[in-house]
């Protein structure tokens, strides 16, 4: 089974460019999150679908940030224009079941470094 | 507060010792889902175990055990006769419910190193 696909891996550009991640869950999970990691720190949840429907967005920061889920299925978040202090990782992770019970399986994560 | 912590933030043992990584929660839930993820240089997440807060029996899997204790609010981690492919960090996390969502929060996470 495949897990949790993100693109691409590294990504750099300059401040206020644009740039925007993509996401594909494990087949079958309705739930998948976005997640900040900056270095030395734990993830950080930014937003979370239960299929299509962001249901908890409490900590994006929406002035730049926005992310979709158009099919249920995969999902691209998107940072507009980015900020030096927005270098960190992005993971991408993935559920079945009810959010907080079950375990998610994460991806690789982007490395994004803003110049 | 909801919150996790990892007194660690680095480990250094010399292989085949064995190691104990902390991991101290403070939550109001009654009911909430600890869980340790291992994060090796290539990034990637791993899980690792989930416990439910009305299971107290310590869990072993082969060179890994968990000793889980409500009346610390400690989840400890130990791994036994450690190897080098061991070498990540690790993470602790709950679950809590926050403005009315369930949400992982992580630890700062303990980044251990096993020398050959």
């Known amino acids: 089974e495949a897990g949790v696909v993100q693109s691409p891996r590294y990504k750099i550009i300059e401040k206020k460019q644009p740039v925007a991640f993509w996401c594909n869950p494990i087949?079958?999970?309705?739930?998948l999150y976005w997640y900040l990691q900056n270095l030395g720190q734990g993830p950080e949840l930014l937003i979370r679908?239960?299929?299509?429907?962001?249901?908890?967005d409490s900590q994006l920061p929406k002035d730049r940030f926005s992310a979709e889920r158009l099919k249920g299925v995969d999902s691209t978040l998107k940072i507009q224009p980015a900020e030096l202090g927005d270098s960190a990782v992005y993971l991408c992770?993935?559920?079945?079941?009810?959010?907080?019970?079950?375990?998610?399986?994460f991806g690789p994560g982007t490395r994004l470094t803003v110049l | 507060a909801q919150k996790v912590t990892q007194a660690q933030t680095e480990i250094s043992v010399v292989e085949k010792e064995d190691v104990t990584l902390d991991c101290v929660y403070e939550?109001?839930?009654?009911?909430?889902?600890l869980f340790w993820y291992k994060q090796p240089p290539s990034g990637e997440l791993v899980f690792l175990i989930r416990?439910?807060?009305?299971?107290?029996q310590n869990e072993i899997s082969g060179r890994y055990s968990w000793n889980f204790q409500k009346s610390t609010s400690s989840f400890n981690f130990t791994i036994t006769a450690s190897q080098v492919v061991d070498s990540a960090v690790y993470f602790c996390?709950?679950?809590?419910?926050?403005?009315?969502?369930?949400?992982?929060?992580f630890g700062q996470g303990t980044r251990l190193t096993i020398n050959p």
């Open positions: 992770a993935s559920s079945s079941g009810l959010a907080g019970r079950n375990e998610q399986f």
């Open positions: 087949s079958g999970h309705n739930t």
């Open positions: 996390a709950l679950t809590a419910l926050i403005q009315g969502a369930q949400k992982l929060v």
């Open positions: 416990r439910n807060s009305f299971d107290e």
């Open positions: 939550t109001r839930d009654t009911t909430y889902y």
């Open positions: 679908y239960e299929n299509e429907e962001a249901v908890d």
